[in-house]
């Protein structure tokens, strides 16, 4: 399996350069959905080597589901914020066919329903947080639901924005082995994130917004004097991708194999 968790002395091999599953392989399936999550690319260890990323939000009833944007609109056949809906109603949407046809009946997953693919498929999750004012009780529901699914706590990352950060303090609040992932999504916040992470202890992965490491090669230097690891989000085509291989992150967010 893709090693996430250490990073090499200075002078040792090189590491391997890494492609994580931006929302899945959303390529072959339909974004954030178990399908997307289940095809030959993310067990292939040329590919994505089981590692993804997804992003998750609160129902109206207080469940967690499996979706990036705010209403259901976009990426199923229903319509409606995600917060105003209950679970049984977001169930109900069909979450494939708006892809393609022959993913007709897909559903939203639940975070349980990931966190035991995950867990049967030996998959390590970038849990992209988008559950506004995450708090103490999100944290533990979190990370309880993650290791009751027989998950090991080093597969997950919990991610946060700029606009959150403080958020992976409420998560190592919880539990202090916890892994943390921080996106920077601005220029300004570059110099600076070193600073606002500088209270949680072992930073552990950056990713950079790809505008800002294609053009700033300097700004990845920079970030890989304090975090383990640092990559590039979010690559969605070949002249993207070779760009960013060559500006030399640790890998990239991808939307493509």
Known sequence: MMNLHTRSNQGAEQRPFRTIAHRGDVSNAPENTIAAFSTSNLYDPNV?????????LKT????????HDTTVDRTTNGTGNVADLTLAEIKELDAGSWYDASFAGEKVPTMQELFEHCANNKITLWFDNKISNLDSDDAKAILDTW??????LHNLIFFSSENNYSWAGTMRAENPSVRLGFFVNNNKSVSAVVSSVGAYSKPWIVSLEKSLALTYTTNISLLKETFDLVFVHTVVNGSEKTTATGKSPDGILSDIT
């Open 60 to 67: 109206s009833d207080g469940k967690y589901v499996v979706i």
């Open 48 to 56: 994505f080597n089981r590692v993804i990323e997804a992003d998750f």
């Open 147 to 152: 290791i009751n699914a027989g998950n090991r």
